[in-house]
């Protein structure tokens, strides 16, 4: 689930950028575009920095219910 939503907001973001450089072809401010990247790198950061924590997450979910199948099972 999180890595769907994780994908599906790193999806929109790259959409985002594609529509920035766009509007940078009929004369936008550079200094606007750098900036909505800017952005849109430091959005990148946190999705990414989620999608660790929710690995790390399940990892931890994983070892918990092994060590309850192994207390179960002996």
Known sequence: MWDT???TLWDFSIC??????AMDQKAL???LVRARL?????MRTV???IQR???EIMAGFRVV???RKLAFTS
Not at 16 to 21: D, Q
Not at 38 to 42: G, M
């Open 16 to 21: 985002w950028k594609i529509s920035i450089i």
């Open 47 to 49: 999705l990414v920095n």
């Open 29 to 31: 401010p550079l200094e």
């Open 5 to 7: 939503s994780i994908r």
């Open 65 to 67: 219910l092994m060590r």
């Open 53 to 55: 924590s929710m690995e």
């Open 38 to 42: 800017s952005e849109l790198e430091k």
